[in-house]
C-alpha cells in the first residue's frame, strides 16, 4: 500500500463495518429516545485511523441523518440554526476525539449522555467512568441484540474473591436492574437504583468503597446486600 514498515514491526489488521456501526448507532440513538436522554456522542479517533475509526464516526452521522432526523440534531445544525440552544425534545448527536473524551468525564461527565464507542475504546472509556463511581465493582454490564439480551457485571468472575464474603455485590445487582429496565419493569429498577444510593449514603458499604470514604463502615457481600434489600422497603 505503499507505506514505509521497518522489517521488525508487528502488523494488525482493524476492521470497522458499516454493518455493525449502523447497528450500534442505531441502538444507542433508540435507547435515547426511549429514555428521554439529552445526547448521543460518537468517540472515535479519526483523526488518526481515518479509514476505520474515522469511518465509525461518518456513518454513525449517516444513520442519525437518514433515520432519525425527526428526533436529532447535531453540534454543527445546534451552531448554525439553533444559536446554540438545543430545541425541546430533540437529541444532540455529536463525536468527540477519544484521547480529549477521556478528559471530559473526568472534568465534564455532566455534558454527556450516551456514549457511543467502538469496541477498544468502548472498554478502557467505561472502565474509566467506573472509576468515576467507586470502581468495577459498581459497574453494570448489558450485551444486547436483536432478539436477546444477558447482563452480567463488567469486572467478569475473580476466583481469588470466591466463598470469602467480602467484594461488592453491586455490579451483579445493578446489572440486574438494567434486566428489568429492558424488560420494561421500570419501576423494580428505579427500587433497586434507589435503595443502593440509599445504602451508600448511610456509608454502609464492602471494602472497595469503603477505603475511599470516611467514617464508614466495612460489611461483607451478603450483608451489604441484605442492606440494600432491606432499604427497599
Known amino acids: 500500500m505503499g507505506a514505509k514498515i521497518r522489517p521488525d514491526s508487528g502488523v494488525g489488521i482493524k476492521p470497522i463495518s458499516i454493518t455493525a456501526t449502523k447497528q450500534i448507532v442505531r441502538k444507542a440513538i433508540n435507547y435515547a429516545i426511549q429514555n428521554h436522554r439529552s445526547s448521543v456522542t460518537l468517540v472515535h479517533k479519526g483523526n488518526i485511523m481515518k479509514f476505520t475509526e474515522g469511518a465509525f464516526r461518518d456513518w454513525g452521522y449517516q444513520v442519525a441523518r437518514e433515520e432519525f ?48 464507542l467502538p ?9 474509566a467512568c467506573a472509576a468515576q463511581i467507586g470502581g468495577l465493582g459498581m ?28 467484594v461488592n455485590p453491586g455490579s451483579l445487582i445493578l446489572s440486574g436492574a438494567m434486566m428489568l429496565e429492558y424488560l420494561g419493569w421500570k419501576r423494580a429498577a428505579r427500587k433497586i437504583h434507589q435503595a443502593v444510593q440509599r445504602t451508600i449514603q448511610q456509608k454502609f458499604v464492602t471494602y472497595d468503597l469503603h477505603r475511599q470514604m470516611k467514617n464508614a463502615t466495612k460489611v461483607g457481600t451478603s450483608e451489604y446486600a441484605d442492606r440494600i434489600v432491606a432499604n427497599m422497603s
Open 119 to 127: 469496541n477498544l475504546n468502548g472498554d478502557y472509556l467505561s472502565d
Open 69 to 116: 432526523a425527526r428526533y436529532v440534531v447535531t453540534e454543527d445544525e445546534l451552531h448554525s440554526q439553533y444559536e446554540g440552544k438545543l430545541p425541546p425534545g430533540k437529541i444532540l448527536v455529536n463525536d468527540r476525539i477519544a484521547d480529549s473524551m477521556f478528559q471530559q468525564v473526568l472534568l465534564r461527565p455532566d455534558e454527556y449522555s450516551v456514549i457511543t
Open 139 to 166: 459497574a453494570p454490564g448489558a450485551n444486547i441484540g436483536d432478539y436477546t439480551a444477558l447482563f452480567e457485571a463488567t469486572h467478569g468472575t475473580a476466583p481469588k474473591y470466591a466463598g470469602k464474603d467480602m
